[in-house]
């Protein structure tokens, strides 16, 4: 069984950056694609952005296309998010997922971190 933890979240103000990681293990890293999502207060969980398992393929959600850069470093079983521009809109807790599905233009996960704490300030 995959075990993500997060770390990197924090407080920030708007127009700053951030980088997540996301630490897996449990299981060959580099077979699985791995994804972020965010939940902000009172909103569901939505998707972010997510990578194959070589990192070659990237898909963003629309609201952070260009300022977020997801990548992997399989040697290290770590994925990150790149967040730069960051706004007061991208305050959520932010998810690591891997076990993911596509329905549509929709991503799922299956196996999730406990989450990290961002917060942006205007």
């Known amino acids: 069984q995959v075990q993500l933890v997060e770390s990197g979240g924090g407080l920030v103000q708007a127009g700053g950056s951030l980088r997540l990681s996301c630490a897996a293990s449990?299981?060959?890293?580099?077979?699985?694609?791995m994804g972020w999502f965010r939940q902000a207060p009172g909103k569901e969980r939505e998707f972010v952005a997510v990578l194959n398992w070589s990192g070659g393929i990237t898909v963003y959600a629309d609201s952070v296309k260009g300022r977020f850069t997801i990548s992997r470093d399989n040697d290290k079983n770590t994925v990150y998010l790149q967040m730069n521009s960051l706004k007061p809109e991208d305050t959520a807790v932010y998810y690591c997922?891997?076990?993911?599905?596509?329905?549509?233009?929709?991503?799922?996960?299956?196996?999730w971190g406990q989450g990290t704490q961002v917060t942006v300030s205007s």
């Open positions: 449990g299981r060959t890293f580099s077979s699985y694609a």
């Open positions: 997922a891997t076990d993911l599905k596509q329905y549509g233009s929709s991503w799922h996960g299956g196996s």
